[in-house]
């Protein structure tokens, strides 16, 4: 894999506990990306993510994983745009993973009854380990 996004977010936002913005990753030539999100995902730090998840959903890959697992933080707003990237991914035949093991990320999911429409897996790993459904 190698990172293949390098404008850095506004001062601020959408940076994780290491300043490090959300990264873009490209496996298996162009067929898979992988969304690195960190930090916070919530209202005042969501246009980098967003921008980010727009940004892959044009390049149409048959495999889009959402790597939550440093997020330490999720509001509904976080989940209005993973929700939203569903939908466009759907739309688009795009096979939509969320890699997470951070439990706010879990618990958010769970209480609102979003678990059910993401396939979760516990780690990046685990979701590119996973065949890929034929189109």
């Not at 994780?16 to 990753?25: F, I, N, Q, W």
């Not at 960190?38 to 994983?65: F, K, N, Y």
């Not at 879990?106 to 459904?133: H, K, N, Q, W």
């Amino acid at each position: 894999m190698h990172a293949d996004h390098d404008d850095p977010p506004a001062p601020g936002q959408g940076l994780s506990p290491d300043g490090e913005p959300p990264v873009l990753l490209e496996a298996d030539g162009s067929r898979t990306l992988v969304c690195r999100l960190a930090g916070d995902l919530d209202i005042e730090s969501l246009t980098p993510a967003q921008h980010l998840l727009e940004e892959a959903l044009t390049r149409a890959p048959r495999l889009l994983v959402i790597d939550l697992e440093q997020v330490r933080f999720c509001d509904s707003a976080g989940l209005n745009l993973l929700l939203k990237t569903r939908a466009s991914a759907l739309k688009a035949d795009i096979e939509l993973r969320l890699a997470t093991a951070a439990v706010p990320v879990l618990r958010l999911l769970e209480i609102t009854g979003a678990r059910m429409v993401f396939t979760l897996y516990p780690s990046t790993a685990a979701a590119l380990a996973d065949p890929v459904d034929a189109p």
